[in-house]
């Protein structure tokens, strides 16, 4: 008898220590109310945010059934590309088929996938991709910059704080999101347009030359900024090396 | 067995020849134990593997040629830096590999210090002599200094900036909000500069509130100001129904009688609803208050209180004699004193006194306070530090209400409490501290403010810039913030100056708000007979502005003294104002600008002069450019427009001086109005 209490507390101890290794709070799980039959973006794609950051603006998914109408208490799940988080990652959606999460930015500069699925009646994953911009140092100054020198003509969206020049340019200058034609532009041209004006590239006089404004060093964060967010995304053209 | 092993020591041990020689291989073996353990030390491994990493690349040859091997350090004695980072991280200073290759062989992004001169641990936090990867990163063996993630990077530059860079909006923003939510009313926090963070939320003296509002309203506010005023900055103390019953009893009964003569009022007719919505309008009163729109949006700044709801709280005779002259009512009001007639107060404080929401306090209904309640509302009062913002009287303002942030960026983790769900790192607790103060204990004096997920990041941001560091670098690396001045401009103009409350907006010598242009050298730029006129009655110089001048309905005296005074005393001495008379320009020269002005820099792009054809609104109208501007101040201003006017978008073309005369002889032709110009 007194042997068995010997080895029973060390074992009692032993067991005690695990479960208290155990975390104590439990992710519920979700289930599904209704099912439907697609996902939808309503907002929150393509924004840019400072990396490791939280978005301004949360991500709206809905999901809609097969005749486009909201689908309440549909299973949500997002994923996130590289340390980039959504928060929360699964949800039920609203009575208007809509949910909202918030998503924070990985670390490293760069494009974040997330991906949101939802199950139809079949059990068949729908899946609908959101891509996010992280932006560096550089490229948030580039950013900053942006919003104060080249939004009022190269942005044609008015807010309540500043109303679009985009309309009264002879020559319509192109989105900074534009990837279709700033891709075709090298670095080196971009730079000189900013800093030499649109005429010294052929490009519009009515883009001044903000080489006596703005540094070498703010022309190279705008330059940064708008490959950055560059739409369709912008890959660099370096050098491509043999493999031994 | 047992022979087995006498033999082996024979063998090994059995005469002193043996002994010596077993002995000195033991010792050899014993002494290789040190350099075999430091061959197998973590960040060997990542040197070999950088090695093999770049070995297939064209460029190996230039990489190997730059890597060093071994523990690499950056010793930083002045400012406290001993980093060995680099000696894992080998390709920081490699641009020509992979932004999002594996780690730890990235590149450092692009900024604008260089490696060496700072090190890491100024700005990423973490372990700076430590060599393995846990102990550099995490916070093991209670280490204080975990690695700061990288939305807080920003806290980093604030150290030795306390400037506004364009490359921080984050901690810029936060040091805003520091101010705009009133924490330094309670919190102290020196820059370490010298500066301190002033608050900017304007609390308003409680001394009469009895004159303005009504208990109802002070207890509604009390249990939720955002109820009343989605932006409300005052935070929820969460009182319970008692405690908001007895601290609006004190607060009536502290109140004491303002003897301010009530101001002449004509009370408009009653088909005149639209005026005073036009009044209101006219008058800018936009420019700092905002209203929720009809789809429930704020409109407006936020200098002053939100006035959506506005009729549910004030006494129109109150509001009418606020209206009248602010100032009588609280000197350091940054309101302007509009010289409104009988006739505009009736209009404005009808159309006020109608931004009513019934429902606000459908459900309030208080009996007549007790002394016993009263008293209670005092001590309530006194214990949640109301006095810190308000002033109430019979309340002495607290000194040191709540504790002293200015090196809350290096707090030891020892004297902070935690609690579960909390991570044990400094950046998270503030971040948790501010976003739910309440789950840090219920007797957490510290009110609940409603704040985004944006805003606390940027909080968090400008709190972490706060550390011991910061305040011991040396003086050639800190970037100090402009000092604040207490600049007084004097006489008659000076008294108008305050009691326009021109430093709300205006910034004059360092001193006043950056809503609207500096005016320091103002005196240089502008005409007098268009100042007088423009000080009267402000147009519009930028179509697309929304902030803009309101009309103060100033007296032909007071505007020629305002006027007079800033063509004096506000110039520059870089150039005589009035050394190029318009008289001066020629012909040849006007049509010569003119052509500059549509081709050569395009100016039409951002400015009007014919309303006919340009169309550019970005900078403000040249229409009457002749009229406005001395010629002077405009060549100057196209050689450097930085240089007058620092901060404006307005390119430096570097245009020169024969190409910025003929622009000035081309500006100084157009003297004419717009509807002049359409005939």
Known sequence: MRRTVEIGIPVLGMLLGLAGCQKGAVTPVLHPKANGAALVESSGGKQAGFVGSPLDQPLVVQVNDAQGNGVAGALVSFTAAGDAAVKPATGLTADDGTLTVNCQLGSVSGRYRIVATTWDKQGKPITLNLDEIALGYQQNLGRQLNEKYCARCHNQESTVERVSNYDNLATKPHSFTDGNFYNTVNDADIAAIITYGGAARHQSAEMPSYGGTLSKSDVDALVSYVRAISDPPYHEKGLTYARQ | MRSKLTSAWRTLFGDSARAFGSLSVILLLCLAVVPAKDHF???????????????????????????????????????????????????????????????????????????????????????????????????????????????????????????????????????????????????????????????????????????????????????????????????????????????????????????????????????????????????????????????????????????????????????????????????????????????????????????????????????????????????LVN??????????????????????????????????????????DLPSYLAAKIRNPHQFGSAMKMPQFTLTTTQINALVNALLAQTDRAEGLPANLRVPGPAPSDYEPAGPAGQLIADLRCFSCHSINGRGGDMAPDLSIEGSAVQRPWLVAFLKAPNTLRPALIRRMPRFNLSDKEAQTLADYILTVYQTPAFDAASLPASSFTQTERDHGKQLFYSKYACQSCHIVDPNTDKGYVGPTLTQAGLRLNAAWIVNYLKDPQKLRPGTIEPNQHIPDEDARDLAAFLMAQTKTPKEKGK
Request: proline share 7%.
């Open chain 2, 383 to 424: 214990e949640r530090g109301c006095a810190s913002c308000h002033v109430i009287n019979g309340i002495k303002k607290p000194d040191n209400f709540a504790p002293d942030l200015t090196e809350v960026g290096s707090r030891s983790l020892a004297k902070i409490v935690f609690v579960p769900g909390v991570e044990h």
């Open chain 2, 41 to 379: 030390r973590e960040w060997t491994g990542y040197q070999a593997g950088y090695l093999r990493y770049i070995a297939n690349r064209g460029d190996a040859a230039t990489l190997k040629r730059r890597f060093e091997g071994g523990i690499q350090q950056t010793w930083l004695p002045a400012i406290g830096v001993v980093d060995r980072c680099t000696t894992c991280h080998v390709a920081l200073k490699a641009t020509s590999l992979e932004g999002n290759g594996p780690q730890p062989y990235r590149p450092h992004p692009v900024i604008p210090h260089k490696l060496d001169q700072f090190g890491c641990v100024l700005c990423h936090r973490g372990q700076g002599v430590a060599t393995t990867v846990q102990e550099a990163h995490n916070s093991t063996l209670a280490w204080e200094q975990p690695i700061l993630p990288a939305r807080y990077i920003e806290s980093g530059c604030g150290q030795c900036h306390q400037n506004k860079l364009t490359g921080t909006p984050q901690l810029n923003q936060g040091r805003q909000l520091l101010g705009e939510y009133g924490c330094v009313h309670c919190h102290t926090l020196n820059l370490a500069d010298g500066n301190k963070i002033a608050p900017s939320d304007h609390p308003p003296l409680l001394t009469h509130i009895a004159e303005k509002t009504t208990r109802e309203w002070i207890y509604a506010w009390l249990k939720n100001p955002q109820a009343y005023a989605v932006s409300a900055t005052m935070p929820n103390f969460g009182f319970s129904d008692d405690d908001a019953r007895d601290i609006s009893a004190f607060l009536i009964a502290q109140s004491t009688k303002l003897n301010v003569a009530p101001p002449a009022v004509t009370q408009p007719s009653a088909d005149s609803s639209g005026e005073g919505s036009s009044l209101y309008g006219e008058s800018f009163c936009a420019s700092c208050h905002a209203m929720q729109n009809a789809a429930g949006m704020l409109v407006g700044g936020n200098v002053g209180p939100e006035l959506t709801r506005v009729g549910s709280k004030v006494k129109p005779e109150w509001l009418v004699s606020w209206l009248s002259n602010p100032g009588n009512w609280s000197p350091n009001t940054v309101m302007p004193h509009y010289r409104f007639d009988a006739k505009q107060l009736g209009l404005l404080a009808r159309y006020l006194g109608s931004q009513t929401d019934s429902d606000f306090l459908a459900h309030v209904s208080l009996s007549p306070a007790t002394q016993e309640q009263i008293d209670h509302g005092k001590k």
